[in-house]
Each structure stands twice: as structure tokens, then as C-alpha cells.
């Protein structure tokens, strides 16, 4: 699935909070979107995902262009707890976006148990969302996410607020199910290392307001990798600088305070 977006411009009111962004994901690419904080990374996704509608360009996929959220599409959000239904258990948590389809109960659940097994919550599925640690109930999330199979998913953040051992468990999850399920990807962090460590290609976003792409960077990694050896790589020693450099030299300058000596 093919992501274009022309000329693309968000705005709240009087606020231009993007602008003038052309961008095209290749079926298949995993693209990081990288920025300071406030640079309407999540409103990017908001608006590809057609939960808003762009103000000024558009946002199409496969060449139609998105008016309302699109089939085949699917998102995962940094706040898994809110994201998650806790009077519902994790099995049906996952099954849910199968009610759609029609399936029976029994297929749905069937189904929902396969795709925790994938994402290492095998007998979890009786258990309620509460009953887990901020990992798992974000593993239920991804699973609720890719039970569809969607041709394009977008992630906000979704690593962000858990400890780096778990961040590290599923960075590689994600690696796993984009070498299989071959989707495109979006995946939105404000962690540079990641942006760098799970990518196909990185885009840097300007400071608002109008944020913009100011770096457009492809990530020439092996396609296997691993959180020790591939850290370690000088590769990826010089693309992190690339991108740290560029998410800096977009930053605001601070103020300069006048000499307090006479």
C-alpha cells in the first residue's frame, strides 16, 4: 500500500501547524517521523489516518484519496491504557475490529489467540487488561492492531512511556512483523536511536509552527538487526548523528542573556 501526501497543511484555527509536505511511502517501507516536541508529529498521523481532514493538500493511498479512515488501515497509540477496554479481556480486546467483518464469536477468538501467541502473550487471553504491565497491555494493543492484517499502519509514540529493556522487546517485534506481514509503516518517535534502529528511511520534522520535512534520510542498515551488534555498527554510529544533528539544527534557539557585568 502506497502512502502519498501533496502539499499537505494542518492548521488549529489561526495556528499553521504543518505545511507544504510532500512526502511518498513506497509499498512496504517502514518510515520513521522524527521532531521536536510540539512539531504536530501526531496530528501527521491523525490526518493520514483520515481521523482529520487535511486543510489545505491531500493525503491519498494507492492513488484514492483518503476522505474518511481508510480500510485496511490500523493505529496503535502511546497510551495503551486508554486504548484498551478493562471490562473486556484481552482476548476480546484483540478480537474486537473482527466484529466488522462478521465473523462468528468462536472465529474471532480463535483468531485473536493466534495473534497473541505472535506477540509473545500466549495464555494471557483470559486476563484483563489491568491484570498486566504496561509491555503487555502494549502487546495487546499492537495485537488488536495487526489481527486485520492492515496493508498500512501507523504507530504514535507507542514505545515511548515504557522501560528500556521493554522498548527494546518490541522495537524487535515490530522488526519481526514488518519482515513478514510486509505492511507499510509509519511509526512516529520522538527517540532518535529508535528512529534509526527500526526504520527503512527517517524523515526529520521542523519546530512549529508550519512544521516541514528537513531531512529526508534512508537508513542503508542490514535488513537484520540486532540491539547489540547493530548499535555497535559505525553505520549506524554516523546515521544517528545525521539524524540528531538535523532534529537539533531544527530545534529553537534559546534566548541569549545579556552579560550581567558591567
Partial sequence: MTLRLDSLGQR???????????????????????????????????????????????????????????????????????????????????????????LPRAERREQAERILERVGLEGAGRRHPWQLSGGMQQRVAIARALVCHPSLLLMDEPFGSLDAQTREDLEDLLLEVHRSDGATIVFVTHDIDESVYVADRVVVLSPGPASHPVLDLPVTLPAERDQITTRGLPEFVALRAEVGRAVRGSEPKAPAHPDPRP
Fill in 12 to 102: 488549529y484555527g489561526e495556528q499553521v501547524v504543518l505545511h507544504g509536505i510532500d512526502l511518498t511511502v513506497p509499498d512496504g517501507q517502514l518510515l520513521c517521523v522524527v521532531g521536536p516536541s510540539g512539531c504536530g508529529k501526531s496530528t501527521l498521523l491523525r490526518t493520514v489516518a483520515g481521523l482529520q481532514p487535511a486543510y489545505e493538500g491531500s493525503v491519498s493511498i494507492d492513488g484514492t484519496p483518503v476522505t474518511g479512515v481508510p480500510d485496511q488501515l490500523a493505529v496503535v497509540f502511546q497510551d495503551y491504557g486508554r486504548s484498551l477496554f478493562p471490562w473486556l479481556t484481552v482476548r476480546d480486546n484483540v478480537a474486537l475490529p473482527l466484529r466488522r467483518r462478521g
